[in-house]
């Protein structure tokens, strides 16, 4: 109990004299809410919105494929790195040469990673770190892979946090809700995409029946 | 340009000769007030948002005590400290002594207002620290050793050429035949030249927009992804940040989120919006060792008390700036404070002292654009004019303006006096004006007509005229 | 009109000093029109100043003489007007939060506020009237909102409507219509780099639509762009929004 932290919430205290006072979230926006088909539609929208280029399959090990394809098609130099994220098993990334899991380094051009849900509202993804996934994994790289399970695209934020909070569990080191690539408009407000983030993210839905 | 509010008025003249910064706010304006049109129309919920979003604040505030309380707890919990700090001085002090301890050597910093509230840079390279500022538009004032004059687009008064300028005088592996005549090629430069930081540094220092007290969370709203690495990859995580920022629960931050970035910059949401709790886990991954926040009152609980206590509403997004005319006619710098344009004529004097700053809350035509698009309904003419009220009871202003306002009021107590002064100024300024609808010259007005003729008085009085033609 | 049917109710006319100093001819144009609508109008001797000049100054005290003196002289009548916005929002908001810990006081001015209105805010929503003639040819205009008018009474489309009704002239709109011309009260004279600037851009942008007149609210905003139209060597006119619609009435400028 140090001198400062006393004094603080002593003033504070002493400014509010009054008790506690019940306080509630706002309204969850419409375009957060409906049926899942339309819920898919809108993340696709917010998707093409933020600038994430984005491709669905209909398997799971249809995934490692398509990423192979967009590898080959956007051709990113630089080391290939995945998470451990067990939602990546099924994933056939084994296809992908020089694959490698755990940490980025300075030399890694792309990461794959997986997703904890993709959100309606603007097109954004939540993404975690753990003992899977080193965070760094969704910044340091230029480009950046990004699965969503089809079945965990939610509305809204409070629908992902749900989701991530499921069963009372704790919040992981760091969660990110992430929408488009890293960008900054710091230069003449001249909107430039890749600053020290990735340049590009690209997202690969699995609707797996 | 002085870095003292004290010479604002001198500090304007200065800004007014400057067509890069005028031409630059111009610019900023127009979009802006496009961008926000534009991404609010997409949201039909917005001003429901914004209701929700003053009473989220309004209840962190009444409950902040129990909050940081329990954001410590949670904080604690999660294997983090938190160091509480009265003014700027112990927090300098407290985020030099957790460097020290961590024997740190390269310092990667974040964007965060509250560093440069506690001149943290200053603290830092004083004990001998290397610190840089990650984010670009921290970075390039870093080199050129200004200070921010946005809250949000901290370099917004410099031109793309000044940006190349800067790194090519102090990037010394920079090829001279490398062009650095496009936004790209720049904030590739930059991009390079950070990412060895972020590499090499021992710590990374953040603010925070929001603390979390239900689950001891820290978050950051950010476009670029510095703060994300800073926070990542370095093994200690220093968290620097205002004592009003703590609110209950992960969904009030989220209803927050929504009002934010489509303030700030026009965007749906921010690219990046982190959740921040402790420090790495035992079976983590990676992630940083050891998680620090430093909670900063630095005159804050005195505003809580106080009948200014709105302003500590405040989510920092900058639109009160982006919008205002007063800062669109002078820039930040000319502020010469931390925080300008309104919510900065506001906070400046608490944090500077009145006497230093009063010629901040003056610099206002009460025009409310700013109150008009507060994502938290803050009324900051309210709050500036209760300034001007304890600069006018303190005897700041100039003595010629309390009499002017002594006599005025004294002759408004009695209508037919104060009608008939006015009638004998308006019949005088006929008189001058020899038949001209206006005045271009006028002793003693020199501060109307030294740019705007004074339009002349038709003569007499409504109330008089009325009167004499109705009869009664 | 004013028609035969009966006078419907007494409005107090607060003139305003800048109205009542400098332009007489604005008062009478916005008590013709609150007559044509059907109202008496009285004037009454007793007021002076709403207090703006005092309060946005931090002379509190002087604010609050200015106060009690308007709701004394005004509290009287079933409406009250005034021919500028931000005069009005003196009365609308600023008195009840002036003479808030003034028990004798602080309902009296909260009647007071429920019963005051700007003048056209008056004319297109209490009094529901619209212009019956078209103003004489004028020329093509601009409005301008000024801020307290805009932003503390809502009036934005009131002065549209009626000039839309009147059949008026051509209404071109600016870019911006909403953002301040930076007079400001004593702020004008304070900061007058500031204040000019302001007035550039908003000079600026009138300009840009071609428009022959700029029309508003609140003559202390019209006499300050006059001022820098003036100097500015520019064309373009100004004229109070009741000038404009009481010249489409066509009873002359009188008031008799
Ligand atoms: S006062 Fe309001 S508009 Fe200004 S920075 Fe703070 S939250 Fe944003």
Redesign the pocket.
């Known amino acids: 109990m140090s001198a400062p932290r006393d004094d603080i919430l002593g003033r504070i205290r002493a400014a509010n004299p009054g008790p506690e006072v019940p306080v509630s979230p706002g309204p969850v926006p419409a375009r957060g809410r409906g049926e899942a088909s339309a819920l898919r539609q809108r993340f696709f929208a917010g998707l093409d919105m933020a600038g994430v280029s984005h491709a669905t399959v209909t398997s799971w090990p249809g995934v490692g494929a398509e990423i192979e394809r967009f590898l080959a098609e956007a051709g990113p130099g630089g080391g290939l790195v995945a998470s451990n994220d067990p939602m990546l098993e099924p994933c056939g990334l084994d296809r992908l040469p020089g694959l490698r899991r755990g940490a980025p380094e300075a030399g890694d051009g792309v990461s794959i990673t997986g997703t904890v849900a993709g959100i309606a509202e603007t097109g954004t993804l939540m993404v975690r770190s753990g003992p899977d996934i080193a965070n760094a994994l969704h910044f340091l790289p230029d480009t950046h892979v990004a699965v969503v399970d089809a079945a965990r695209i939610v509305g809204a934020y409070e629908d992902a946090f749900a989701l991530l909070r499921a069963g009372g569990a704790p919040l992981p080191r760091n969660v990110t809700l992430i929408t488009g690539p890293s960008r900054s408009s710091d230069i003449e407000r001249i909107l430039q995409i890749g600053v020290h983030g990735p340049r590009t993210l690209h997202v690969v839905v699995c609707d797996a029946p | 340009m002085h870095a003292d509010s004290a010479r604002f008025p001198d500090n304007v003249t200065a800004a007014r000769r400057d067509p890069m910064l005028l031409g630059a706010l111009q610019r900023l304006q127009r979009d802006a007030r496009a961008g926000r049109a534009e991404v609010i129309a997409r949201l039909p919920e917005f001003e429901a948002l914004r209701d929700a979003a003053r009473e989220i604040r309004n209840g962190a505030l009444a409950n902040l005590a129990a909050n940081l309380e329990r954001f410590e707890e949670n904080v604690i919990a999660n294997g983090g400290a938190v160091h509480w700090c009265r003014d700027a001085a112990e927090a300098g002090a407290a985020v030099t002594r957790i460097c020290r301890e961590a024997g740190a050597r390269t310092v990667a910093k974040g964007k965060s207002m509250v560093s440069e509230e506690i001149a943290l840079n200053a603290a830092l390279l004083g004990a001998g620290f290397d610190v840089v500022e990650t984010d670009l538009g921290e970075y390039v004032l870093q080199l050129r050793d200004e200070t921010p004059s946005h ?1 949000v687009i901290p370099a917004i008064h410099l031109t793309k050429d000044q940006f190349a300028e800067t790194f090519r005088d102090a990037h010394d592996a920079l090829p001279e035949d490398r062009s650095l005549e496009e936004a790209r090629a720049i904030t590739d430069e930059a991009r390079g030249a950070l990412r060895d930081v972020f590499l090499r540094a021992d710590v990374g220092i953040t603010g925070a927009n929001f603390l979390i007290a239900e689950t001891g969370s820290v978050v950051i709203v950010t476009n670029e992804g510095n703060g994300d690495l800073a926070q990542s990859l370095p093994r200690t995580h220093i968290v620097v940040t205002g004592i009003e920022k703590a609110l209950g629960t992960v969904e009030e931050a989220l209803t927050l989120v929504r009002v934010l970035a489509r ?2 910059t026009g965007q749906e949401i921010s690219a990046y919006t982190t959740f921040a709790t402790g420090a790495r886990r035992a079976d983590d991954a990676a992630g940083p060792e050891a998680f620090h926040v430093v909670l900063v009152d630095n005159g804050r609980s005195d505003l809580l008390g106080g009948p200014k206590r709105e ?1 500590l ?9 982006t919008v205002c005319p007063v800062y669109g006619a002078v820039g930040g710098h000319a502020y010469g404070a931390v925080y300008a ?3 900065g004529s ?1 906070l400046t004097p608490a944090l500077s002292g009145l006497e230093t700053a009063k010629h901040l809350p003056e610099a206002s035509s009460f025009c409310g654009a ?1 109150e008009a ?6 009324p ?1 003419p309210r709050l500036l004019r209760l300034w001007r009220q304890d600069a006018f009871q303190a005897h700041l202003g100039p003595t010629a303006l309390r009499w002017g306002l002594f006599a005025w009021s004294a002759l408004t107590a009695w209508p037919g006096a104060y009608r008939a002064a006015g009638a004998i100024g308006g019949r005088v300024l006929r008189l001058l004006a020899m038949g001209r609808p206006r005045l271009a010259r006028l002793p003693f007005a020199g501060k109307w007509t030294g740019g705007r003729d004074l339009p002349v008085p038709e003569g007499g009085t409504f109330v008089g005229q009325w009167h004499r033609r109705r009869g009664k | 009109m004013p028609s035969d049917t009966e006078t419907r109710a007494t409005v107090g006319f607060f003139a305003t000093c800048l109205v009542d100093l400098f332009r007489p001819s604005v008062g009478f144009a916005a008590a013709r029109l609150i007559e044509r609508a059907g109202y008496r109008v009285v004037v009454p001797r007793a007021q002076s100043c709403c207090g703006q000049p005092g309060y946005n100054s931090g002379d509190r005290d002087a604010a609050r003489r200015a106060a009690r003196r308007a709701v004394a002289v005004f509290e009287g009548f079933e409406h009250v007007v005034a021919p500028s916005g931000s005069c009005a929002a003196m009365f609308v908001h600023h008195f009840p939060d002036l003479l808030s810990d003034d028990a004798g006081w602080e309902g009296r001015a909260r009647a007071l506020a429920g019963k005051t209105c700007e003048l056209v805010d008056f004319l297109a929503r209490v009094a529901g009237w619209r212009p019956e003639a078209a103003p004489p040819a004028a020329g093509s205009i601009t409005y301008h909102d000024s801020c307290a008018g805009l932003r503390e009474l809502g009036i934005r489309e009131q002065p549209r409507a009626l000039i839309a009704a009147a059949g008026a002239p051509e209404l071109r709109e600016m870019e911006g219509p909403d953002i301040c011309c930076g007079f400001g009260g004593t702020f004008c004279v304070k900061y007058p780099a500031i204040s000019e600037a302001m007035a550039d851009k908003k000079i600026d942008a009138i300009e840009a639509t071609g428009a022959d007149t700029v029309v508003g609210g609140d003559l202390g905003c019209l006499l300050h762009i006059e001022g820098r139209l003036s100097r500015r060597g520019s064309a373009v006119g100004t004229s109070h929004v009741a000038e404009l619609l009481a010249a489409g009435s066509g009873d002359g400028m009188g008031g008799d």
Do not use: F
């Open positions: 809250i303030s700030a302003i509403r405040c989510i920092r997004c900058g639109a009160c700036q344009g309104p919510v506001v700013c698009v507060c994502p938290v309904r803050i900051l």
